[in-house]
């Protein structure tokens, strides 16, 4: 696959993240206008509600695109998902007979306010990157006992809340919570003091499930990629997650990148999982390549500062895939449906400054981090811009997520003051 040239100019660069080749699903609008559906190509939005309007896209009986969310694409299921992408392929395409047409239905990037681009109907978030569940193991364990006994057979998750994620751009306040004190039996509410990021890739369920599926089938079912920022409280956490998991620690806020990046413009950078330490159960065994070879990094910019990359992963890195965890997730015959988004787990590489959290990069803040500024960072500070970017590189071509950013507003005096 090499780069596929468009009508639009700016689409035609290796550095462009939305070359036609992409083709990404967000929702925008402009001026306050009503959000609704739109495709990043090159840096302008085709407007595919309007598209739709003027009968430049007619795929389904009823009009799809004219909503503040894709769901009801993705509910259509995989042979639409096919048809729509062909069709934006051929209205976008150099040469193509519909540029007078679509011309109009251009906006640019820089003048749209982006939307969350899906309802989120559920979110899960998964543990499954082995060199963070080692890293953090050995933290709160100690080496000997770093990974739990379930880890190497089932990708472990928890239920988390659809109503915390967040589009990118949207600021973060520092939650209070309920911290270990000086002893059991005396613990405090304050204000986090261990406020992390958590770097991850977020996969969106396209098609309903009603019973166990297979981990083939759990790949048909996925719908798109995001790049996820899964904040976390560690010191709430650390206090709370026994026995049943974190809870108030991940739950003020989850944010997501606002371009759905499809497993169709993906596919050509599939890779394997890693080789299993110990051989899996057979529903939980994949028979294909169903990671994606996606370069990540983590951005950190204090206030009126510039930013400093602080991680650098892939990824490829990962010891379950989103279709293994899926497949795991559908086991007990817990329904699943459109929108359902499931974070991979936090990315972390085998090196220092290849690990997904400043949990890990400060190693639990006794080895602070240094910003290009000069600056040091434990954890995140009051005023931190943090921001997650993906790509997936190509030849003379890539497949960019766009920015996963989000800024830490300082807490507020007393959250029950009303
Ligand atoms: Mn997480």
Same mark, same amino acid.
């Given at each position: 696959?090499?780069?596929?040239?468009?009508?639009?100019?700016?689409?035609?660069?290796?550095?462009?993240p939305?070359p036609?080749n992409n083709?990404?699903?967000?929702v925008?609008?402009?001026?306050?206008?009503?959000?609704?559906?739109?495709?990043?190509?090159?840096?302008q939005?085709?407007?595919?509600?309007?598209?739709?309007?003027?009968?430049l896209?007619?795929?389904s009986?009823?009009?799809?695109?004219d909503?503040?969310?894709?769901?009801?694409? /993705?509910?259509?299921?995989?042979?639409?998902?096919?048809?729509?992408?062909?069709?934006?392929?051929?209205?976008?395409?150099?040469?193509?007979?519909?540029?007078?047409a679509a011309k109009? /239905?251009?906006?640019s990037?820089?003048?749209?306010?982006?939307?969350?681009?899906?309802?989120? %109907?559920?979110?899960?978030d998964?543990?499954?990157?082995?060199?963070?569940?080692?890293?953090?193991?050995?933290m709160?364990?100690?080496?000997e006992?770093?990974?739990?006994?379930?880890?190497?057979?089932?990708?472990i998750?928890?239920?988390?809340?659809?109503?915390?994620?967040?589009?990118?751009?949207?600021?973060?306040?520092?939650?209070?919570?309920?911290l270990?004190g000086?002893?059991?039996?005396a613990?405090?509410?304050?204000?986090?003091?261990?406020?992390?990021?958590?770097?991850?890739?977020?996969?969106?369920?396209?098609?309903? %499930?009603?019973?166990?599926?297979?981990?083939?089938?759990?790949?048909? /079912?996925?719908?798109?990629?995001v790049?996820?920022?899964?904040? %976390?409280?560690? @010191?709430?956490?650390?206090?709370e997650?026994?026995?049943?998991?974190?809870?108030q620690? *991940?739950?003020?806020?989850?944010?997501?990148?606002p371009?759905?990046?499809?497993? $169709?413009a993906?596919?050509?950078?599939?890779?394997?999982?890693?080789?299993?330490?110990?051989?899996?159960? $057979?529903?939980?065994?994949?028979?294909?390549?169903?990671?994606?070879?996606?370069?990540?990094?983590?951005?950190?910019?204090?206030?009126?500062?510039?930013?400093?990359?602080?991680?650098?992963?892939?990824?490829?890195?990962?010891?379950? %895939?989103?279709a293994?965890?899926?497949?795991?997730?559908?086991?007990s015959?817990?329904? /699943?449906?459109?929108?359902?988004?499931?974070?991979?787990?936090?990315?972390?590489?085998?090196?220092?400054?290849?690990?997904?959290?400043?949990l890990?990069l400060?190693?639990?803040? *006794?080895?602070?981090?240094k910003l290009?500024?000069?600056?040091?960072?434990?954890?995140?500070?009051?005023? @931190?811009?943090?921001?997650?970017?993906g790509?997936?590189?190509?030849?003379g071509?890539?497949?960019?997520?766009?920015?996963?950013?989000g800024?830490?507003?300082?807490?507020?005096?007393?959250?029950?003051?009303?």
């Amino acid at each position: 696959m090499t780069l596929l040239k468009s009508w639009v100019a700016s689409a035609n660069s290796a550095a462009c993240p939305f070359p036609l080749n992409n083709l990404p699903y967000g929702v925008f609008s402009t001026g306050g206008d009503d959000p609704r559906c739109g495709v990043a190509i090159g840096d302008q939005i085709l407007d595919v509600a309007a598209a739709e309007d003027a009968g430049l896209i007619d795929i389904s009986e009823g009009p799809l695109f004219d909503v503040p969310f894709w769901n009801e694409v /993705m509910e259509e299921g995989p042979e639409l998902w096919a048809a729509l992408r062909a069709r934006l392929t051929e209205i976008l395409a150099e040469g193509s007979a519909d540029e007078a047409a679509a011309k109009d /239905m251009l906006v640019s990037q820089a003048e749209a306010e982006m939307h969350l681009p899906f309802l989120v %109907s559920e979110f899960t978030d998964f543990y499954a990157s082995k060199n963070h569940a080692t890293n953090v193991g050995t933290m709160f364990r100690g080496a000997e006992n770093a990974l739990p006994p379930n880890w190497l057979h089932i990708p472990i998750g928890y239920n988390g809340r659809a109503s915390s994620v967040v589009v990118s751009g949207t600021d973060v306040r520092r939650p209070w919570g309920q911290l270990k004190g000086p002893n059991d039996d005396a613990p405090r509410f304050a204000p986090c003091a261990r406020w992390d990021l958590e770097l991850e890739m977020g996969a969106i369920v396209g098609t309903a %499930s009603d019973g166990p599926v297979t981990v083939a089938e759990a790949d048909e /079912m996925i719908f798109g990629y995001v790049l996820l920022n899964d904040w %976390s409280a560690r @010191d709430i956490q650390a206090w709370e997650y026994q026995p049943l998991g974190p809870f108030q620690a *991940k739950a003020t806020a989850t944010s997501i990148s606002p371009w759905i990046v499809t497993k $169709a413009a993906l596919d050509p950078f599939r890779t394997d999982t890693p080789e299993r330490e110990k051989e899996l159960l $057979a529903h939980l065994k994949d028979d294909g390549p169903m990671l994606y070879d996606i370069d990540l990094q983590i951005g950190l910019a204090p206030e009126g500062k510039d930013e400093s990359i602080i991680a650098r992963t892939n990824y490829s890195e990962m010891y379950y %895939s989103s279709a293994q965890q899926l497949a795991h997730h559908s086991t007990s015959g817990c329904p /699943m449906t459109p929108g359902d988004l499931l974070g991979s787990g936090t990315i972390s590489g085998a090196e220092k400054d290849q690990r997904g959290a400043l949990l890990e990069l400060s190693w639990g803040g *006794k080895e602070p981090i240094k910003l290009d500024t000069g600056e040091e960072r434990s954890f995140l500070e009051d005023g @931190d811009t943090l921001t997650l970017y993906g790509a997936a590189k190509g030849e003379g071509y890539m497949i960019g997520f766009g920015e996963c950013a989000g800024k830490t507003l300082p807490a507020l005096a007393d959250p029950y003051e009303r």
